[in-house]
């Protein structure tokens, strides 16, 4: 059976799974009740200075809904903690007293000043919590008071007070990322020459989620308006893992820990971060929408899959799919497939055909014989997966590469050799171009 023990930044947990700094982290409470369900550990929501900001007295969350009401995207104007500091460093005390075998890392935000920095990384050591999470991606109500993504948005803050909060603790000290900025590299450099002991990605997304056009104002609206809040959920997952890749790949953050965050739902989503880079995962929206026993199917589900693969271990299989991850202009454009229907799987309802027809490239026909029946033309198929994407049956349409040698009957070119736009004769600017490979007259 696999063992799913990992090290995070010195940190060590019975599980990858944690629970990111919301909500769910927001007390004792509900932190002992997430180790019970079986959580390897959590981010204690944000602390910061007394007195205790104050959180809004209506509704804090809003929601994209899929078809059938599921929760897909998930909106927070919700600040950090309310509550008193002292209150929460006695649980967080208690808790990891409690628990020593769970992770209990501390988020934190306070203003961009050393003294107030270093002051309260010391109080936070005494409780025995095993690290701290510096927030620099809140992306409302905090930022507006100088903290959170006003800090994580620039390079130069989240270096300098990285440096404070390293040079005031023997804890690790992992950076908390902002994805509202133009590319996360410079943010993970800085955060990395700061000193770092790992970073944690991605925090939520700007988003206004919806506007009461009855009320006239975003929706939801407190006293009739709105504000923009950090969007989370699935839909965030795509954003989160090219980021995680991106630091995972890129030569001068290689190395460093990755905490994933974004979407994450399923044991599947878990190993989807892992594999781009990710030692461990934190989760928020899944376990405030379906409660903190989806860990057990998430454990479960990892563990099994392991074992098919025979990892023992995820550092066995922590990063293996980043290397994978390149730039456009390195893909091989002599690769070649073609869409293909499984017949006996077709349902007829013409959703191929109709996204092929309409925006693509007209490559599927509607009718055999005067009936209702969707093939592929291959004359004409690019190979681009919109019908497959399109298809409400899982596998009914498959892409098929083509063989070396074989001939591409949209082209009439052979496939096989391997150019990349650095070396197709298209590109202007290619070295040593090489041509296509023709069919046989």
Known sequence: MADLRTSFAGITSPNPFWLASAPPT????????????GWGGVVWKTLGEDPPIVNVSGPRYGAIHGSDRRVIGFNNIELITDRPLEVNLQEITQVKR???DRAVVVSLMVPCQEPNWTAIIKRVEQTGADGVELNFGCPHGMSERGMGAAV????EYIEMVTRWCKAATRMPVIVKLTPNVASILPPAEAAKRGGAD???????VNALMGVDIDQMAPWPHIDGYGTHGGMCGSVVKPIALNMVSAIARHPA???LPISGIGGIEKWRDAAEFMALGAVNVQVCTAAMVYGFKIVEEMIAGLSEWMDQKGYARPEDFVGRAAPRKTEWQHLNLDYVVKAHIDQDLCIKCGRCHIGCEDTSHQAISSLKDGQRHFEVIEEECVGCNLCAVVCPIENCITMVPLREGEVDRRTGLKVGGHRTWLEHPNNPMATNPRPAK???E
């Open 198 to 204: 790992a970073v944690s990605l991605i925090n939520t």
């Open 98 to 100: 409690d628990w020593p």
């Open 438 to 440: 023709h069919a046989a």
């Open 26 to 37: 927001d007390k004792a409470y509900n932190v002992v009740r997430a180790f019970k369900a």
């Open 253 to 255: 953050t290689q190395g």
């Open 152 to 155: 994580g948005q620039v390079p």
